[in-house]
């Protein structure tokens, strides 16, 4: 959906949208939109401005930070933003919706996509880290094992890096047998 700043002139828009997993990109692999983004929100122009403001839900699948078995987010976020036309001249930026100085975004030529709005909320709303249960225990560093499923066998026979050399002369004692 493409809110036109000449549409927004004209009237106010409510904005009552359905969006599937798959139809916003969010541009990385690590999270995956696994149930749809419902996003219920008014567009309208103020001062020249592109307000948006509104509420979305939706879920995402991310990774556990410790085992990397997948974990599912709630995500349900309401926002309120302006968005100002690019100033002429301005380089645009690589994410033109984003300025990291100020709470105002900004949209080139003729207005801006509500997928991007909405992916840029959705990013927001995650946290940096998930972990799927508070006494996750995690991968084991030296094989890989995931420790909440089996025990594997290095953890039995981990031995603390200060007595690694008196386990080799003990090896070295136990050879020359
Ligand atoms: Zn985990
Ligand atoms: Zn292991």
Redesign the pocket.
């Known amino acids: 959906m493409f809110l036109d700043v000449k549409d927004l002139a004209v009237r106010k828009l409510r904005i009552r949208k359905i969006y599937a997993p798959g139809s916003i990109d969010y541009h990385t692999s690590e999270i995956k939109q696994v149930a749809p983004v419902e996003v219920t929100a008014t567009a309208e122009l103020l001062e020249g401005q592109i307000r948006i403001e509104g509420q979305l839900e939706t879920k995402i699948e991310m990774v556990?930070?410790?085992?990397?078995?997948p974990?599912i987010e709630d995500v349900n976020r309401s926002f309120d933003l302006f968005y100002a036309p690019l100033p002429k001249g301005a380089k645009p930026k690589e994410d033109r919706l984003k300025d990291d100085d100020t709470e105002i975004g900004f949209f080139e030529g003729d207005g801006l996509f509500l997928a991007d709005v909405l992916r840029e909320q959705v990013l927001l709303a995650l946290p940096l880290k998930v972990?799927?249960?508070s006494d996750?225990?995690?991968l084991c560093p030296n094989c890989g094992a995931?420790l909440?499923h089996e025990e594997c066998r290095c953890e039995t026979h981990a031995t603390d890096p200060r007595l690694a050399p008196l386990a080799r002369l003990k090896q070295d004692w136990l050879k020359k047998q």
Request: hydrophobic residues 25%; contains cysteine; charged residues 20%.
């Open positions: 556990c930070a410790r085992c990397l078995e974990v972990i799927c249960q996750c225990r995690g995931n909440n």
